[in-house]
C-alpha cells in the first residue's frame, strides 16, 4: 500500500554537465503532473513522465530538474546568414534609390529580431537522456521508499480502526436483539391496554406487533456492514493501488450505519451509530491520502 504523499532527490554529476531531479507528490483524484525543467530539457518531458508513471498511478506529481553544463551548452547562438544578407542588400538598394546617405550599421541588423537563430544540439536524447534518466531512477526510488512507508503506516491505523468497528457493530447486534424482544413486548402490552374493553383477534394482534417490530429490524443492515469490514480487511492486503476502493466501501458502511442509526428504536444503539460514523470518518480521512 502506498501512500500519495512523498518526496525524492537525486543529483547527478558528470565531465560534461550536471542535473539535479527534485519529485514531490501529494493526494489527488488522478495522476497528475506538474514539470518543471530547462527549456532546453522540453522534448525530454514524455520521457520524464513516462517514467515516473511507471512508478507512480495517482497523485498530483511535481518535478523539478535543474541542468548545468560545463562546456557550451545545449544551444548555439547562430548568424541568420541569409537573413542578413537580405537586410544588407535591401538597405543599399533604399539608400540607392532614394539618394540616402549614412553607412549601413550593426544597429540596422539588431533591430530585425530574427537576425540570429538557436541551433539545437542535436541527438539531444542521445547526450542527456541517459544521465538524467539515472538521477530520476534514483528520485524516483526514494519517493517510493517515502510512500511506502506512509502506507504502512495508514495501514496499520485503519486496520485498527476496522477492528473498532467491528467490536461496535457486535455490540449494536447484542443490543437491538435485547431492544427487539423488550420492543415487542412494549408494544404488545401498550396496543391490549388500548383495546382491553374490545375484543381482538389474539392471532391478528400477534401479527401486527411482529410487523411493526420487524421494520424495525437492523439484522440486515448489519450483516451488510461485517461484509464491508471484511470486504475492507481483503483490500487492505492488495498490492497496487486501492484507494479508490477503499473510499467506496466507506460510503458503503456509511450508508448501512446511516440505516442502522434511522430504524433503531434504542438511544443506546443511536449513540453506538454515532460513534461508527466517526471511526468511519477518520478512516475516511486516512483513504483520502492512499493511491
Not at 554537465?17 to 514539470?35: A, P
Not at 443492515?221 to 471484511?230: P, Q
Not at 480521512?285 to 493511491?291: C, D, G, P, S, T
Amino acid at each position: 500500500m502506498l501512500s500519495m504523499t512523498g518526496y525524492g532527490k537525486a543529483d547527478y554529476k558528470g565531465k560534461k554537465h550536471s542535473l539535479g531531479v527534485e519529485i514531490s507528490s501529494v493526494n489527488n483524484r488522478y495522476l497528475e503532473f506538474n514539470i518543471r525543467l530547462p527549456r532546453e530539457l522540453n522534448v525530454l518531458e514524455p520521457r520524464i513522465k513516462e517514467m515516473i508513471g511507471s512508478g507512480i498511478s495517482r497523485g498530483k506529481v511535481n518535478v523539478s530538474i535543474n541542468y548545468e553544463d560545463y562546456g557550451v551548452g545545449l544551444d548555439t547562438l547562430v548568424l541568420n546568414e541569409g537573413l542578413a544578407d537580405s537586410i544588407y542588400g535591401q538597405i543599399r538598394k533604399l539608400r540607392k534609390k532614394y539618394g540616402l546617405t549614412g553607412e549601413v550599421d550593426l544597429g540596422h541588423f539588431l533591430s530585425f529580431p530574427d537576425i540570429f537563430v538557436i541551433a539545437k544540439t542535436p541527438d539531444l536524447e542521445k547526450k542527456i537522456w541517459p544521465s538524467l534518466e539515472k538521477a530520476l531512477a534514483a528520485a524516483l526510488r526514494e519517493i517510493l521508499a517515502m510512500r511506502r512507508r506512509e502506507g504502512a503506516h495508514l495501514k496499520k491505523d485503519m486496520a485498527g480502526r476496522i477492528r473498532l468497528l467491528l467490536a461496535s457493530i457486535k455490540t449494536i447486534e447484542k443490543l437491538a436483539g435485547e431492544n427487539r424482544r423488550a420492543h415487542k413486548e412494549k408494544l404488545s402490552r401498550r396496543i391490549t391496554e388500548m383495546v382491553e374493553n374490545s375484543a381482538i383477534d389474539e392471532s391478528r394482534l400477534e401479527e401486527e406487533t411482529a410487523y411493526i417490530v420487524d421494520r424495525a429490524d437492523i439484522t440486515e443492515e448489519c450483516v451488510r456492514f461485517r461484509s464491508h469490514l471484511e470486504q475492507f480487511r481483503e483490500a487492505l492486503k492488495t498490492a497496487g493501488p486501492v484507494g479508490k476502493k477503499l473510499n467506496f466501501i466507506l460510503q458503503e458502511l456509511n450508508r448501512e450505519a446511516n440505516t442502522i442509526g434511522s430504524k433503531a428504536a434504542s438511544a443506546d444503539i443511536t449513540a453506538r451509530v454515532v460513534e461508527l460514523k466517526e471511526e468511519i470518518e477518520k478512516i475516511r480521512e486516512q483513504v483520502q491520502n492512499i493511491e
